[in-house]
């Protein structure tokens, strides 16, 4: 009972703002006649537009290339992370020539994409996954790098089997920074499918987006702005569902959750 | 209980020797000797116990002992097995419990975890001897909790448990009381004189802890200065079992406590208070008996 209490009253907290904005938004816009700055309850009913009518034409393989890319790049990211933090002169030897290339910023890679890939999804997965799955490799490499040396040592004393050793004690040890890296990562992704998007598509909420500016329908220009939003946010939301269930035990350890016993 | 504690077989073969173990860390104009020609033996149910002025490398000591790390010089036996790695027939418990137990898995699962692959146990019999050692440390309910959840003498129980459950011939102990209180420090140190008496293990206990050492151990091995060497091998002959009260206020105790703080205290060496005059504040605590 005081849990659910304690929840609704976090969740009252959470949310107020964003209604008081969009009330404002909503009563601001109300008469608005510019071009530009369409009514909000123009934007909302072009919202529903666009998910009714476009929804499996344009949300859908936004979604389906953001969720591939951000798989590859965790996949990637986190089996090379485990090779190069695990080997430590492959790490030096890969060192610098990582730091270059995780300098270029993902969409720099797009006029090249175009032609290896084309312009349909290969391209934009590939997009994502160059540009999302630095971050992803970077935080395993420092994770498993970090790894307290009494662990190791346990592991050893007690000849914990090397399969053992990787997915019971190197993986978890070093999940919270993989987590963090991940979650970087995700952000990055939406930037980067809206950048693809924008650039050579016939699909997507950024095709959609670039595509009524051009054709100065604002209101719905601002009903994929507001959907972009709405889709990092919840990207953001799922994801904090994920690492609230997979480190509890890390908040647990900093003192943060003496909850749950038993 | 009695009985095992009692006779002590110095015929047979050790469990456990150190044969002229020495540790030289760098080398050439850097190279700096910790450990310099340590020998000693370990009997069969026998629980020993090493003292030393801190910086005597007890640290080095433990680890060159436990397969951790190889010596320069010299070697381990378990049994007439040289000491390559770390060997099976050995477990060890940490100091720092905090550290050592994994805070992402329960207790159960942390005392299964080296029990894992090992031929011939089912997950039925790993949980099933997991059951036992934490119900010999008294911890049969806190299974399905996670170490973080626990107070730290529990958490150093739990490691205990593991090591119990790896079913050692020989536990290695880093001075695993030096992180609780006083009143935790006193109920592990009889948890001990249980598990020996339960398990038959062969125990070698590490404690900069004199009265410690006295109330554990069939013999104290006292380490010297830098580079360590053994000063002495002080057999402890106090009947068993032995009891915090009855048995830290007998004359005997205090006179083997006294005799192995003045055999520390001659050999403290002068480089851990480099302020200060080798006979300096070090030397101003109580009477060295």
């Known amino acids: ?262 | 209980m009695t009985e095992i504690t009692a006779t002590r077989s110095k015929t047979g073969l050790p469990t456990l020797t150190a044969q002229a173990l020495s540790k030289t860390y760098g080398s050439g104009q850097n190279a700096r000797q910790v450990l310099g020609d340590i020998s000693f033996d370990v009997y069969d149910h026998e629980t020993v116990c090493i003292v030393g002025p801190s910086g005597a490398g007890k640290t080095t000591l433990l680890r060159c002992l436990a397969g951790l790390m190889p010596s320069t010089s010299g070697s381990v036996y378990i049994g007439t097995e040289k000491v390559v790695g770390p060997p099976r027939r050995m477990a060890v418990v940490f100091q720092d419990y905090s550290r050592s137990l994994m805070p992402w898995m329960t207790v159960e699962a942390n005392v299964e975890l080296p029990l894992r692959g090992r031929p011939g146990l089912t997950a039925a019999d790993r949980r099933h001897r997991a059951q036992t050692a934490l119900a010999s440390v008294g911890l049969e309910n806190s299974a399905k909790l996670h170490p973080w959840q626990l107070s730290g003498g529990m958490q150093q129980r739990v490691a205990i448990a593991r090591a119990l459950a790896y079913e050692p011939d020989v536990l290695l102990m880093d001075e695993p009381f030096a992180s609780v209180d006083a009143q935790t420090r006193s109920d592990l140190e009889d948890l001990t004189h249980t598990i020996k008496a339960k398990y038959g293990v062969t125990i070698l206990l590490v404690t900069h802890d004199i009265s410690e050492s006295v109330y554990l151990a069939d013999r104290v091995i006292v380490l010297s200065g830098t580079p360590t060497s053994v000063t002495e091998i002080v057999p402890i002959d106090l009947p068993s079992p032995r009891d915090q009260i009855t048995t830290k206020s007998t004359p005997e105790f205090a006179e083997l406590r006294g005799r192995i703080l003045g055999l520390v205290r001659r050999h403290q060496p002068a480089t851990t208070s480099t302020a200060e005059p080798a006979n300096g504040s070090l030397m101003k605590g109580p009477d060295l008996g």
């Open chain 1, 1 to 262: 009972m005081k849990t659910t209490l304690g929840k609704s009253t976090a969740l009252l907290t959470e949310v107020w703002l964003p209604i008081v904005a969009l009330a404002a938004w909503w009563i601001l816009s109300n008469k608005s006649t510019s071009l530009y700055f369409p009514p909000l309850s123009r934007i909302f009913s072009k919202v529903g537009e666009v998910v009714t009518t476009r929804f499996a034409s344009d949300i859908l393989p936004s979604l389906q290339n953001l969720g591939a890319g951000l798989c590859i790049s965790v996949i990637i990211g986190v089996a090379c992370g485990l090779l190069l933090g695990l080997v430590p002169p492959l790490y030096s030897a890969f060192q610098p020539l990582l730091e270059f290339m995780r300098a270029i910023p993902g969409v720099a890679l797009l006029p090249i994409a175009l032609f290896l890939f084309g312009i349909g999804s290969d391209m934009k997965v590939a997009i994502i996954v160059f540009g999302a799955f630095w971050p992803v490799l970077m935080n395993t490499i420092d994770g498993i790098r970090g790894i307290d040396v009494l662990i190791k040592d346990v592991s050893r004393s007690y000849s914990i089997k090397p399969w053992d050793h990787l997915t019971r004690i190197v993986l978890p040890a070093a999940s919270p920074q993989i987590i963090a890296g991940i979650r970087i990562s995700v952000s990055l992704g939406v930037i980067l499918i809206v950048a693809s998007e924008y650039i050579a598509s016939t699909e997507g909420i950024g095709y959609i987006q670039l595509l009524s500016a051009r054709q100065y329908q604002m209101d719905v220009m601002w009903a994929a702005l507001l959907l972009l939003g709405v889709l990092g946010y919840l990207s953001n939301v799922l994801f904090r569902v994920v690492e609230h269930r997979l480190l509890r035990w890390h908040r647990g350890l900093r003192g943060t959750d003496l909850g749950g016993q038993k």
